[in-house]
């Protein structure tokens, strides 16, 4: 039961950091203060929705993050 909850967790951490990368693209591309854009972008609940604030892939240049924590 142990590896169950490791690889949970490993998988929560993960999709943690794949919203964080989100919110700097999203922080990047809207140019505005750090807090703001946080403040914007999680206060949507869903995914979809979070992700609908992002261009979509065919407009994204690699250029545009620049990921800070």
Request: glycine letters at 2%.
């Amino acid at each position: 039961m142990d590896e169950f909850y490791v690889a949970y967790g490993k998988v929560i951490d993960d999709w943690a950091f794949i919203e964080f990368v989100l919110s700097q693209i999203f922080r990047s591309i809207t140019q505005i203060d750090k807090k703001l854009s946080a403040a914007i972008f999680y206060s949507e609940r869903s995914f979809q929705t979070r992700k609908g604030l992002l261009p979509p892939r065919s407009e994204a240049r690699p250029s545009m993050v620049r990921l800070t924590k």
